[in-house]
């Protein structure tokens, strides 16, 4: 199984900061999948295929990695990105999620 | 709009079983994978099962291997989950989701809570 571990795991940032999110990856994947899940809501997909916006998102919102690294950048924060956000792979069976990293506003 | 709509969680007694449904909508069914996933009280997500477009083939973790059972009907445009033996660590909100191929989970319903508990 492949193990995600996302770091860090708790953080908050103020508006107009840029936040990156990273994800470790314990084998090589193809691919990384990021949602976010806000408070009380279910997880909505934020980018695919390592890079791709979803649709919806704002460009605000972008991916990036290869291999074992991967991470999920906001490039200025707003208070709406207050969320957890989650990691995704199915390279390898079976289909894992990051433990998540939980994003607060300052 | 997508749209999919779970049904028939509730509680029920260790070792006992429950069949959840998701009623899709928006989008050509038969056309997507479609998948649970579950989450248990302020803990993270964990996939449960995918199912491919006519239902031959599905995929499940060792968690729920042998106790769970996804399958689809395509004409009523439904997912199901069939969870049989539960445990009281299957006590989560379960969500039904479409799915890009075997890839990403691009739409999610609201989820459906089973507690299981004596």
């Known amino acids: 199984e492949i193990v995600l571990t996302q770091s860090p795991t708790t953080t908050a940032a103020s508006p107009g900061e840029k936040v990156t999110i990273t994800c470790l990856a314990s084998?090589?994947?193809?691919?990384m999948y990021w949602y976010q899940q806000k408070s009380g809501a279910s997880p909505k997909l934020l980018i695919y295929?390592?890079?791709s916006l979803a649709s919806g998102v704002p460009d605000r919102f972008s991916g990036s990695g290869s291999g074992t690294s991967y991470s999920l950048t906001i490039n200025t924060m707003e208070a709406e990105d207050a969320a957890t956000y989650y990691c995704?792979?199915?390279?390898?069976?079976?289909?894992?999620f990051g433990s998540g990293t939980k994003l607060e506003i300052k | 709009e997508v749209q999919l709509v779970e049904s028939g969680g509730g509680l029920v007694q260790p070792g006992r079983s429950l069949k959840l449904s998701c009623a899709a909508s928006?989008?050509?069914?038969?056309?997507?994978?479609m998948a649970w996933v579950r989450q248990a009280p302020k803990k993270g997500l964990e996939w449960v099962a995918t199912i491919s477009t006519s239902g031959s083939r599905t995929y499940y973790p060792d968690s729920v291997k042998g106790r769970f059972t996804i399958s689809r009907d395509n004409a009523k445009s439904s997912l199901y989950l069939q969870m049989n033996s539960l445990k009281s660590e299957d006590t989560a909100t379960y969500y039904c989701a479409r799915q890009m191929y075997t890839t990403a989970l691009d739409y999610w319903g609201q989820g459906v809570m089973v507690t299981v508990s004596s």
């Open positions: 295929s390592t890079s």
């Open positions: 928006g989008f050509t069914f038969s056309n997507y994978y």
């Open positions: 084998s090589s994947v193809s691919n």
């Open positions: 995704q792979q199915w390279s390898s069976n079976p289909l894992t």
